[in-house]
């Protein structure tokens, strides 16, 4: 069976009639009315979304068969989950962060770093966690220059390692014009984005 991946959160009733506000992780929100019946981690209930609306940073959402407040306020926090396999395929350059998390991370010369974690973005582009066997995670630009090779196949991500940490300085160093030449970001698809 295909890997699960989390694509929305069930929040709190919406209304009297049956709504839930729901939190998707996809990069076109509206995406998970596409993806047939959403299912709970341990595949034991099964759900699938009738309708749904933008509402300020969140969905307002019909879940087929719930048609009461009382209904929709037992739902509140399930997570759902689509097989892998039920996912469009990523262009070149584009990756489910549930597909780049786990894999190996070795240095450009072979040494073994860790495993990826996660992929955050907190505003000013992609960061790829890295938990090494021992000590503090590595929080590191997800940039081509950082990270030249994303092999899945291989189960493994090669980095670059930069030449500065964050926090630290070159002497003599401008952060102002070394945060300028950085090479954009490639862009990691969430996990369930269309």
């Known amino acids: 069976m295909s890997k699960l991946i989390c694509v929305a959160r069930i929040g709190a009733a919406h209304g009297v009639r049956g709504e839930v506000r729901l939190w998707t992780f996809t990069e076109d929100p509206l995406a998970v009315l596409h993806y047939g019946p959403l299912t709970t981690k341990d595949g034991s209930r099964s759900f699938e979304v009738a309708k749904a609306r933008e509402a300020k940073d969140h969905l307002v959402a019909t879940i087929k068969g719930v048609t009461d407040r009382n209904a929709a306020e037992r739902l509140n926090g399930l ?88 926090g630290e300085q070159r002497d003599g160093g401008d952060e102002e014009s070394d945060a300028a030449s950085l090479p954009p970001a490639r862009r990691p698809r969430e996990s369930g984005d269309p």
């Open 79 to 166: 997570e759902l989950y689509v097989p892998r396999d039920r996912l469009p395929e990523t262009a070149d350059d584009e990756y489910y962060h549930a597909d780049l998390i786990g894999l190996a991370a070795e240095t450009t010369a072979g040494a073994p770093l860790g495993r990826v974690l996660a992929i955050h973005n907190f505003g000013a582009g992609d960061i790829i966690e890295i938990a090494p066997p021992s000590g503090s995670t590595l929080m590191l630009p997800f940039t081509n220059a950082v990270v030249p090779t994303v092999d899945l196949a291989g189960g493994r991500v090669i980095i670059e390692l930069p030449a500065e940490i964050e």
